[in-house]
């Protein structure tokens, strides 16, 4: 049966109390057969590192007011767009980036299009050009997912030492003038 999942959104300024800790908790569950991987580990970092940028927004999915997945991200700041190493070239002369950081669903919750619709909320107000994630290259079905969302392949990279190889996907918001 499915439940009816209510979106709740956040943003940089305003985080409530416990925020950051909701978040940590839905990766645990997210992510509990691969906690023994130091990156996973680091999530409370990449928290704190992307809640902490301006522009930074967030939705969280609830089934009453358990939080059954999240999906953030922040703008990326001009001249700073570390997709940009890869050989695409925007159409248009698109600039500006939304960079989707997390986009993760809780296990007994998953198959119920809750990761789409959370995609969907948080990119609905942007004004940028373009989003931007990352996939691990060793999970095509989420790769083939993004692209159902309208996003495409346009390379590879691997942003920290320890972190798995990613696809770069980039995919446009605003139709071309």
């Not at 939304?98 to 669903?105: D, G, I, N, Q, T």
Request: aromatic share 12%.
């Amino acid at each position: 049966m499915t439940s009816v999942i209510g979106l709740r959104h956040f943003q940089h300024g305003s985080l409530p109390e416990g925020f950051k800790q909701l978040l940590i908790e839905v990766h645990a569950d997210a992510y509990a057969d691969a906690m023994d991987d130091e990156f996973n580990q680091r999530f409370p970092w990449f928290v704190d590192h992307w809640s902490g940028m301006e522009g930074f927004t967030c939705v969280v999915a609830f089934d009453g007011e358990e939080p059954t997945g999240f999906a953030y991200g922040a703008p990326l700041q001009p001249g700073r767009e570390w997709w940009r190493k890869t050989e695409y070239e925007p159409n248009n002369g698109y600039t500006s980036t939304y960079a989707v950081s997390e986009v993760m669903v809780r296990p007994g919750w998953r198959k119920q299009g809750i990761s789409e619709r959370l995609h969907e909320a948080l990119l609905k107000a942007r004004t940028e050009d373009l989003a931007v994630l990352l996939v691990d290259v060793t999970h095509p079905k989420v790769q083939s997912l993004y692209e159902t969302w309208g996003y495409d392949k346009v390379g590879e990279q691997r942003p920290f030492a320890d972190s798995p190889l990613y696809a770069v996907m980039v995919r446009e918001l605003r139709a071309a003038a």
